[in-house]
């Protein structure tokens, strides 16, 4: 099995230098598509899914491997050595942005510049530290993604709802971006919310800009200043956007941000 | 008619409507008691505020952006919480408005009481959780049966072996107690027997010493070869032999004290013998028994000061002590002083096999009694009872 195969890699662009885009916990390679075609030009777009999500194969998934975020930024490393990548930019979301700090410290060669979209290296609150939850409340979400294996599977099921403004999504959409094996979602969960990443920020040695959502519930304020302060080379925009995902939300700010940073 | 703007308040369902950026701008009547409130106290929120906090965590991960490349959700489960705290488990449909550019007018969301539905779906998950880590586990077995099988195999043969090896064992002891009753036993009563025609013959003085040797020497080897016998039958299962009849128990322990002092001539005994007439038991085996406390207690107690013997008698019980003072045995030593073959370590000279309080406890029990010691600062106490029946 191919590393291309394994993470679904898609490679597109016209441009030398590479910028690689990792999607986060929930989502799959699909979250970049506002985003990603202003970068097509002057940049060779690489874009995958993590093992365990969208056209991945499933197959290649280790319950011991995918355990901790080391083991996912070893396929980023794996994907930028396979297209032999030097000195691009990694674009990651929400998790990803933490596998990307540690994809960079693996190899840093790979990156000399990381984007990191509301990231957050511990998501439970600790002495001095405010992640924004208890371990309680990640517990009882682990827990609640067992109550919509039913409600997903019917979400994600073939009925496809009219969908006039964008009929390109539908078949594709509904196919790949929540398909999902509901163990692998947990476990990915499980991972995201419980890692606790604090310590290895100060050993990431690439330019860092943290683009943080005004208001973000899961990636709050204080804990992208905190990314930032701890990061050797860190730098933070806020940008004017809801929730956690600015890159579907507010994609023209997320664009600017990058514009201006590389 | 249909009056559609009482169809949208009091629908059989909660409507909400958030604007571009996620306030809610719009609620009605039904979703808005469901919550225990009025629909303006909502208007201003962002659906976020309305879930626990699990549920605003996926929502942001999962159907946020999939209401934003999808345009719509359907039959997603979540609880709201209404501003007094109570849960509302609830199914969402979602469905964005769209400008002709794409970009979101504002969305649409319906929703519906599930706490029954999703409590059964809860127990489905789980069934199927139960159902799912039985079949891992038969499949462990499975593929662990052979070797489970191979083990047990291994088992049973070693177990067959370890029989055998007993059965050995027996035979052996057997053979032992044969040749310790006959081969030894025999030749030792022919010396016996001789050194008792040549101390009737006239004797040099230094024949006269020479024999008293001999004869004690035998005397102590007989002994030896009985409490070789003895632990024989005892690990053969077989407890010590013994024959009740009416005793003068007095008499017997008066024997034993004066046999003692003979051998100890500079040491003071003291006996108290409040017994009086016949008791059934086996006389020689409890001399035996007393013999072997006396002769302990001589040897290992302080030598200056006196040792006590005491007996004494109720309608049910027997009770004899032998008591010195001296230092007292070490916990570690004490648990074992039963065990056949054990011998506390130190002082000199003339030590048994280790079988003397083994022997004397099998003894005790064999009489349906005990045998029992306390040791302190003060002294040294074992303590033999034994009950009377009739």
């Given at each position: 099995m191919s590393v291309s195969a394994r993470n679904n890699v898609t490679v597109r662009g016209d441009g030398q230098r590479a910028m690689m885009f990792a999607h986060g916990f929930g989502c799959d390679q699909n979250m970049w598509r506002h985003v990603t075609p202003t970068f097509e030009q002057d940049y060779k777009i690489v874009l995958f899914d993590h093992v365990g999500c969208g056209k991945s194969d499933l197959g290649a998934y280790d319950h011991v491997k995918y355990s901790t975020l080391s083991g996912y930024a070893a396929d980023v490393v794996e994907i930028g050595q396979a297209l032999d990548i030097k000195g691009g930019v990694f674009v990651g979301h929400s998790v990803s942005a933490m596998i990307g700090i540690l994809a960079s410290i693996q190899a840093p060669d790979l990156f000399s510049e990381l984007v990191l979209i509301g990231p957050s290296p511990r998501y439970i609150n600790d002495e001095g530290y405010e992640g924004g939850f208890t371990r309680e409340e990640i517990e009882e979400l682990l827990e609640f993604l067992d109550d919509n294996h039913l409600g997903?599977?019917?979400?994600?099921?073939?009925?496809?709802m009219g969908n006039p403004d964008r009929p390109e999504?539908?078949?594709?959409?509904?196919?790949?971006?929540?398909?999902?094996?509901?163990?692998?979602?947990?476990?990915?969960?499980?991972v995201t919310f419980l890692s606790d990443n604090r310590s290895d920020l100060e050993r990431c040695q690439a330019?860092?800009?943290?683009?943080?959502?005004?208001?973000?519930?899961?990636?709050?304020?204080?804990?992208?200043?905190?990314?930032?302060?701890?990061?050797?080379?860190g730098e933070m925009v806020v940008i004017d956007a809801t929730g956690h995902c600015p890159n579907l939300s507010a994609p023209a700010q997320v664009i600017s941000a990058i514009k201006a940073f590389v | 008619m249909e009056d559609l703007e009482d169809l949208y308040e009091n629908a059989p369902c909660g409507y909400l409507s958030l604007a571009a950026d996620g306030v809610i701008v719009k609620a009605n009547r039904t979703l808005a008691g469901w919550l225990g409130t009025q629909s303006f106290e909502l208007l201003g929120k962002r659906f976020y505020d309305l879930l626990n906090v699990p549920g605003k965590i996926f929502y942001e991960t999962h159907f946020a952006p999939l209401l934003r490349m999808q345009g719509y959700f359907n039959e997603v489960a979540l609880d709201l919480v209404g501003p007094d705290g109570r849960r509302l488990p609830?199914?969402?449909?979602?469905?964005?408005?769209?400008?002709?550019?794409?970009?979101?007018?504002?969305?649409r969301i319906t929703l519906f009481q599930a706490g029954d539905r999703r409590r059964y779906e809860r127990e489905l998950v789980d069934a199927k959780n139960t159902a799912d880590r039985a079949r891992k586990e038969l499949e462990e077995l499975n593929r662990s049966l052979e070797a489970r099988i191979a083990a047990g195999v291994a088992e049973r043969l070693q177990?067959?072996?370890?029989?055998?090896?007993?059965?050995?064992?027996?035979?052996?002891?057997?053979?032992?107690?044969?040749?310790?009753g006959h081969d030894l036993r025999n030749p030792l009563a022919s010396i016996v027997g001789g050194l008792n025609i040549l101390s009737r013959e006239p004797q040099s003085d230094k024949a006269r010493r020479v024999l008293t040797m001999m004869s004690h020497s035998t005397d102590r080897m007989s002994g030896l070869i009985q409490d070789m016998l003895d632990l024989a039958r005892c690990r053969a299962g077989q407890g010590i032999a013994v024959d009740p009849k009416p005793t003068d128990l007095r008499g017997v322990l008066e024997q034993?004290?004066?046999?003692?002092?003979?051998?100890?001539?500079?040491?003071?005994?003291?006996?108290?013998?409040?017994?009086?007439?016949?008791?059934?038991?086996?006389?020689?085996?409890?001399?035996?028994?007393?013999?072997?406390?006396?002769g302990n207690a001589l040897t290992h107690g302080a030598p200056d000061r006196p040792v006590k013997v005491i007996a004494t008698i109720t309608d049910n019980e027997v009770m004899i002590t032998v008591a010195n003072?001296?230092?007292?045995?070490?916990?570690?030593?004490?648990?074992?002083?039963?065990?056949?073959f054990?011998?506390?370590?130190?002082?000199?000279?003339?030590?048994?096999?280790?079988?003397?309080?083994?022997?004397s406890y099998e003894i005790a029990r064999s009489h349906g009694g005990n045998l029992q010691v306390q040791s302190n600062q003060k002294e040294t106490q074992f303590c033999f009872t034994m009950p009377i029946f009739g």
């Open positions: 997903w599977s019917a979400a994600m099921g073939p009925v496809i999504l539908s078949e594709e959409l509904v196919n790949s971006f929540c398909r999902t094996d509901p163990d692998i979602a947990k476990a990915f969960a499980r330019r860092a800009l943290v683009i943080q959502c005004r208001q973000d519930v899961i990636a709050q304020q204080g804990v992208g200043e905190y990314v930032r302060d701890h990061l050797p080379k | 609830v199914l969402a449909n979602a469905a964005e408005r769209r400008t002709s550019d794409g970009g979101v007018q504002f969305t177990l067959e072996q370890g029989l055998l090896a007993e059965k050995e064992v027996a035979r052996l002891r057997e053979q032992f107690v044969a040749i310790l034993v004290v004066h046999e003692l002092q003979t051998a100890y001539p500079g040491r003071n005994i003291q006996p108290s013998f409040e017994i009086e007439g016949q008791v059934p038991c086996d006389g020689g085996r409890i001399a035996q028994l007393v013999s072997n406390l006396l003072e001296g230092e007292p045995i070490p916990d570690h030593i004490k648990d074992h002083l039963f065990e056949p054990f011998r506390a370590t130190s002082s000199g000279e003339k030590q048994g096999l280790g079988l003397g309080l083994f022997i």
